[in-house]
């Protein structure tokens, strides 16, 4: 999961495998919640997001969770594949006025064929 | 549809040299953003902006400034670049604050 440091944290799983990715937040008003994937040479590009009024949603092969009570936040990726590989980020947001989300430093996904 | 293009992708500058980074988006958005990546510190939001001519510090802003003259442009400038800016510069544009951000293929700039 994410952490603070100069290393990316690493997540090695082979394919088809599923993937869980973790991100822990500390601001209890955060609200709005975003998670990203960001392939190498590339921009970062919207996975999925979740609002706080919810725990759980899924997209296609991808599903966040949402645990407001411990401030923690996974993103599941079904059937892992290849082109998965990927550097993916969370993102939160708060009320209140601010315009400013807030990243994670990152997870770095390898998925070995 | 080209969403967010970000003008030059990569650039070596010498220290002192000043230049500007284009960010353009097509998608009518009000909010853009500019950041720096650097290893392993993950994206750091440097300035943004809300609407056509409004732009507001963000979390390193020191070294760099910006206008929003056109709702479609984001201009990121550097007066007198030093090596300490050497980072891939990413330009994110998105509806809202709340609503997720679109963003370029970044700038790689590389400052000697």
């Known amino acids: 999961g994410e952490s603070v440091g100069l290393h990316l944290p690493t997540l090695s799983v082979q394919e088809g495998d599923n993937s869980i990715i973790n991100c822990a937040y500390s601001n209890s008003a955060s609200d709005y919640f975003i998670w990203y994937k960001q392939e190498s040479g590339k921009g970062p590009q919207f996975i999925i997001d979740i609002r706080s009024n919810m725990d759980k949603r899924q997209g296609q092969r991808v599903t966040v969770l949402l645990n407001k009570t411990v401030k923690h936040l996974s993103l599941q990726i079904a059937a892992t594949q290849p082109g998965d590989s990927a550097v993916y980020f969370c993102a939160e947001n708060s009320s209140g006025g601010s315009y400013i989300p807030t990243f994670g430093r990152g997870t770095s996904l390898i998925v070995h064929p | 549809n080209a969403g967010v293009t970000q003008t030059p992708k990569f650039r070596v500058l010498k220290t002192g040299q000043s230049m500007t980074l284009l960010c353009a988006q097509d998608?009518?958005?009000?909010?853009m953003y500019w950041y720096r990546q650097d290893p392993g510190m993950g994206l750091r939001l440097i300035h943004y902006s809300v609407g056509e001519g409004t732009t507001a510090k963000g979390e390193v802003p020191d070294g760099y400034n910006v206008s929003r003259l056109k709702k479609q442009n984001f201009l990121l400038g550097l007066e007198s670049a030093a090596p300490s800016q050497t980072s891939v510069y990413f330009c994110?544009?998105?509806?809202?604050?709340?609503?997720?951000?679109?963003f370029g293929d970044g700038t790689r700039l590389s400052i000697l």
């Open positions: 994110a544009s998105s509806w809202g604050s709340r609503q997720p951000q679109h």
């Open positions: 998608m009518n958005h009000e909010y």
